[in-house]
Antibody, heavy 121, light 107 residues
Framework: EVQLLESGGDLVQPGESLRLSCAASGFTFSNNAMSWVRQAPGKGLEWVSGISGSGGRTYYADSVKGRFTISRDTSKNTLYLQMNSLRAEDTAVYFC??????????????WGQGTLVTVSS | DIQMTQSPSSLSSSVGDRVTITCRASQSISSYLNWYQHKPGKAPKLLIYAASSLQSGVPSRFSGSGSGTDFTLTISSLQPEDFAIYSCQQSYNSPYTFGQGTKLEIK
């Protein structure tokens, strides 16, 4: 059974940094691309960033480009999102999502339950 | 970036009703369109991919259609567990944008 478990969400002040993790199990981690998707309070889903199965290609939404970095550690079956220079508008529940193939564009066939990031002074 | 617009934003229906939700892309995305269902506090669930392909394990009352810029998600006979938020997503190019969501509520 595929399982994705996010962690690392917290309350931080504007300008601070945070690293999210997503522990994956139940599939061959290196075979599938992974993404982070967020949902701000009262808003719809927003794709944030994706990384190919090999880790060689990364993609970002304009709203986080230059501030967030996605990475993956195949030895630990873990996906990361390093978030720097956090802003109030980054407040959201962050989901990790598994693509059905090694391409980031492939449909997200499994999701975690999310971790809450709150940016507030 | 490709903008995805769903209508309606919310919908009240009864168990047994047939429901249709539409999604429009700001440019042609061929059939690179996915539909997800999500409920508060739970992981979102893939329902339809490539505009009309039913994800494994999803009940056959769910169906999708469309290509180019206009797409629909249809639920043929609403069940109590179907009351949720439905979102479309384009996977044509990055950033892989979502629609704003359609909240399906019990009448």
């Amino acid at each position: 059974e595929v399982q994705l478990l996010e962690s690392g969400g917290d309350l931080v002040q504007p300008g601070e940094s945070l690293r999210l993790s997503c522990a994956a199990s139940g599939f061959t981690f290196s075979n599938n691309a992974m993404s982070w998707v967020r949902q701000a309070p009262g808003k719809g889903l927003e794709w944030v960033s994706g990384i190919s199965g090999s880790g060689g290609r990364t993609y970002y939404a304009d709203s986080v480009k230059g501030r967030f970095t996605i990475s993956r550690d195949t030895s630990k079956n873990t996906l990361y999102l390093q978030m720097n220079s956090l802003r109030a508008e980054d407040t959201a529940v962050y989901f990790c999502a598994k693509s059905s193939t090694g391409a980031v564009a492939a449909p997200f066939d499994h999701w975690g339950q999310g971790t809450l990031v709150t940016v507030s002074s | 970036d490709i903008q995805m617009t769903q209508s309606p934003s919310s919908l009240s229906s009864s168990v047994g009703d047939r429901v249709t939700i539409t999604c429009r892309a700001s440019q042609s995305i061929s059939s690179y369109l996915n539909w997800y269902q999500h409920k508060p506090g739970k992981a979102p669930k893939l329902l339809i991919y490539a505009a009309s392909s039913l994800q494994s394990g999803v009940p056959s009352r769910f169906s999708g259609s469309g290509s180019g810029t206009d797409f629909t998600l249809t639920i043929s006979s609403l069940q109590p567990e179907d009351f949720a938020i439905y979102s479309c997503q384009q996977s044509y190019n990055s950033p892989y944008t979502f629609g704003q969501g359609t909240k399906l509520e019990i009448k």
